[in-house]
């Protein structure tokens, strides 16, 4: 069984280990039992899905920008789980891209990747609202 807080690093072995069904499980259990502000989630499978996206990419190491971007949003006051979810907004919007025929460019991906701040994220945030 995985258990997921997306305000806790999963073991990266552990994470990548267990299976997309069991992983997919975990986070939305997780979303399901938080108690406190989360953003609206119309489609709750495919927010859990970018969180795997994401865990996956910090768990392997690739790309390396994502680490770097979580560590500096952490370290600029988002929580861990607001920052996932800012890389997971760059994921949703490549697979947007490549939904529309945008081929995925990974060189574009670390670059937005190297970009994303906590300002930024918190700006964007607001203009949702």
């Known amino acids: 069984q995985v258990i997921y807080d997306a305000d806790d690093t ?19 259990a997780h ?3 938080l108690v406190g502000p989360h953003p609206p989630m119309p489609r709750p499978r495919v ?9 996956g990419q910090l768990a392997s190491g690739e790309p390396p920008q994502a680490r770097r971007a979580l560590d500096r949003l952490v370290r600029g006051g988002l929580s861990r789980h607001e920052a996932v979810h800012a890389i997971g907004s760059l994921v949703a919007s490549a697979t947007q891209g490549a939904l529309s ?8 991906y670390g670059r937005a990747l190297d970009a994303l701040t906590p300002e930024g994220w918190r700006a964007e945030g607001s203009a949702a609202r």
């Open 47 to 55: 927010h859990a899905a970018i969180h795997l996206v994401v865990e």
């Open 31 to 33: 979303h399901r039992a």
């Open 101 to 108: 025929g945008k081929r995925f460019d990974a060189a574009d």
């Open 10 to 28: 999963p073991d990266p072995q552990a994470w990548l280990a267990a299976d997309d069904a069991a992983r997919l499980a975990a986070v939305e």
